[in-house]
């Protein structure tokens, strides 16, 4: 990484929406920009910087929250016009800050995604697209899944404006007219779209909301994947991309922000592939990024607006040397003036603290007073994580956190985080009453912290609600409650397509239901499922299990609904859960199976490596503690054999991973035990008194011995 750029603080604004802060075109070529930036207040605040000091060129007035933001202008000119969405309006504004245009839109939903080109407006609210020319209705679709960005390709090899919807489902979606022309499957879901050349072009960089990159050349009727970068080292997901030459080798690099607050340069090495070049990481997430130059003439900068509403630069301008111990420290007037000042605005904000408080004891103590509950926005985010099936709770709050407290009504497992540096205690739970808690943890945080992230693990058929209470550190003392379902098959992931030679195991259902409510079932045991009944008479979804691998097929229309696994757990948990939504519904239920006996063995061999791999681990962590005293009394572990003289070397590592994967054993035990329960459930035999054998075979566990037993029991 031989980039280095140094960080500066800007401006604050309220909080901040995905892609709600744009650099405005300079006048000149190495002149400096201003940059507008919106806000959840409904104010839209357009400054340029003048002597180090950030100088307001307009202001808005306050109004309804502002949820995105681009350039636009006809076509050949600056593109220095602004355009705001909010609720379902789309205003635009000059660069002095006259509004020119208001456009309502009369979509039923709020505006969540919106691109501008020349007389062109496209507005994506969850599922619908709406395409205006010269505020004039063009085009419509109806997708089927949440739409999260959009953008339109133009090139002189394209016929025509070429829009491209980035939706949840795990596909780009490109339209031509009102019809989907065809889709292109991506690595996640996708959270961001971003054109890699501003003047045109064909590529489109997209970002994931699980922290994957990827580059694709939209054609009229095909696409390719150009590149895609991985997410080896974990980080956040994508929230926002865009390309600027900040290397200045004459290659547009890739600037990527992330809801973790990493912020990220990608340059292109030899062979035109990318490589990370610069990383820095903010407190806070990363909504917008945009590449220019901010602070002064001629240094480049990478500028970033956060969730709280921090505008900030990392900039080329290299950092004045700091004078040593015993050096004399000597500033320039125009630095001297600049302490001064804050000096002075630090004692007036003081005065100012002081006379609130004093205003808020007396009236607080007044015979008329009322209880003012402070407001404060969560970002908040509950997520599937495809690598170690866990669930990641991200909570962001704009103002420092208190205290967090997490109850859940089904049995969790809470995993470490490395990132978290909140102490965390567990109270005590009678999971036996009714309505009884199964976990209560409070996490006390450290002061200014303001994000929070934590790691969950479920049990796939025991469901139900975690609810998260959110204290922060306000006076009065107030509290948000946000709620997370723990679905029946949460561990399962949406995928594009399965192997349809593993052995199957089928579910039928037929019965007087109609299409929605089928899907209302589905939606109520699957996790990335749309909420939104999908548009034609049947649908077919296909998930892989995150935590096994083994995959399920759903496919139903009204009246009938069949469902293909792998796994006999899988089909049982279904066949529960849908039998009980029925009942409560009154709709009688007929139900046909047909039962793979090949699939369990197919499970239990899919299970093997996890197990085997986990009952190692557990020994080895068994025997760190003898082979340490034996190191203690001997002097040294010479004598000792290579294999023990490698578990002590790699102790730390194996108590860590050891550490991180609490009951990991047990949840493998369980779910074999359930595979067997299962198995002979729909054989309509009760093995529940075999269950104490089985354990017994898994204690001293060899595959082939459990093999036999499921055979033979």
């Known amino acids: 990484m031989e980039l280095h750029l140094n960080r500066v603080d800007y401006i604050q604004v309220g909080v901040t929406s995905q892609k709600t802060m744009k650099l405005l075109p300079a006048l000149g070529k190495k002149a400096t920009q201003k940059v507008a930036v919106a806000d959840h207040d409904g104010i839209l605040t357009c400054f340029g910087m003048k002597k180090g000091e950030a100088v ?32 379902s309006q789309v205003r635009g504004f000059t660069k002095k800050g006259k509004q020119f245009l208001t456009f309502e839109a009369n979509l039923t939903e709020n505006i969540n995604a919106m691109h501008v080109s020349g007389a062109d407006l496209f507005v994506c609210a969850s599922y619908i697209y709406n395409h205006y020319c010269d505020c004039k209705d063009q085009d419509y679709y109806l997708s089927g899944d949440k739409i999260n960005d959009i953008t339109c390709v133009s090139s002189e090899n394209l016929s025509r404006l070429v829009p491209v919807l980035a939706c949840q489902d795990r596909v780009l979606r490109v339209l031509q007219g009102s019809e989907l022309a065809y889709d292109i499957e991506v690595p996640g879901p996708p959270s961001v779209l971003e054109m890699y050349n501003k003047d045109g072009g064909e590529d489109i960089l997209y970002g994931t909301t699980d922290g994957k990159i990827g580059l694709v050349q939209i054609g009229e009727h095909s696409a390719v994947t150009k590149w895609e970068i991985d997410n080896e080292k974990k980080k956040g997901g994508i929230l926002c991309i865009d390309t600027y030459d900040i290397i200045g080798d004459g290659v547009n690099d890739i600037l990527v922000g992330r809801d973790d607050g990493t912020v990220e340069v990608y340059g292109f090495d030899s062979s035109n592939e990318p490589t990370l070049r610069f990383e820095h990481v903010l407190s806070e997430s990363v909504t917008s990024i945009q590449g220019g130059c901010v602070g002064k003439e001629s240094y480049d900068e990478v500028l970033t607006a ?227 009944t999908p548009a034609g008479e049947s649908i077919t979804f296909y998930f892989h299990n995150t935590f096994l ?124 035990t359930d595979l067997f329960i299962d198995k002979f459930k729909f054989k309509g035999q009760n093995v529940k008194t075999k269950v104490s054998s089985l354990l017994e075979i898994l204690d001293n566990y060899d595959l082939n011995s459990l093999l036999d037993f499921f055979n033979e029991a």
């Open 56 to 87: 307001p060129v307009f202001k808005t007035l306050p109004g309804p929250k502002i949820a995105r933001m681009d350039l636009g202008g006809a076509a050949g000119t600056p593109q220095e016009k602004i355009f705001v969405c909010s609720g």
């Open 306 to 532: 956060t969730y709280t509403g921090w505008v900030t630069g990392l900039t080329t301008e290299p950092h004045k040397a700091e004078a040593g111990p015993g050096d004399e420290i000597k500033m320039s007037k125009e630095t001297q003036s600049k302490v001064e000042a804050l000096r002075a605005e630090l004692e007036q904000l003081q005065v100012k603290v002081l006379q609130g408080r004093e205003q808020y004891q007396q009236t607080s103590q007044s015979s008329t007073a009322v209880s003012a509950v402070p407001v404060f926005s969560i970002n908040d985010k509950f997520t599937l994580c495809q690598d170690d099936a866990s669930y990641s709770l991200t909570l962001e709050v704009q103002t420092a956190i208190d205290n967090l407290l997490l109850q859940s009504d089904v049995p969790i497992d809470l995993l470490d985080v490395d990132k978290n540096s909140a102490v965390v205690s567990f109270s005590e739970c009678d999971s036996e009453q009714p309505n009884g808690n199964f976990l209560l943890a409070t996490y006390r945080c450290q002061a200014n912290t303001t994000r929070l992230e934590l790691k969950v693990r479920s049990i796939e058929g025991q469901y139900g609600t975690l609810q998260a209470y959110i204290t922060p550190r306000l006076q009065p003392k107030t509290c948000q409650v946000r709620q997370y379902q723990i679905k029946p098959l949460s561990l399962h992931q949406r995928t594009h397509s399965i192997d349809q030679d593993r052995p199957m195991n089928r579910l039928s259902l037929v019965g007087q239901f109609s299409f929605a409510e089928i899907h209302s079932w589905v939606v109520f045991c699957l996790p990335e499922v749309p909420e939104k």
């Open 549 to 672: 691998g083994t995959q399920l097929e759903a496919t139903y229309c009204k009246g009938e609904g069949h469902f293909k696994s792998d796994n006999i757990s899988t089909i049982s948990i279904l066949s529960d859960v849908l039998s009980k939504e029925a009942t409560k519904r009154k709709i009688n239920l007929n139900i046909s199976y047909d039962i793979s006996d090949e699939s369990v063995s197919h499970t239990l061999r899919m299970i093997h490596p996890k197990l085997e791999y986990q009952l190692l681990l557990a020994r080895k962590v068994q025997l760190i503690d003898a082979l340490k005293e034996l190191q203690v009394h001997e002097g040294n572990a010479d004598f000792l054999i290579p294999e023990y003289r490698s578990i002590l070397d790699e102790s730390a590592n194996l108590l860590e991973e050891y550490k991180k994967q609490p009951a990991h054993l047990e949840r493998l035990y369980g779910m074999i």
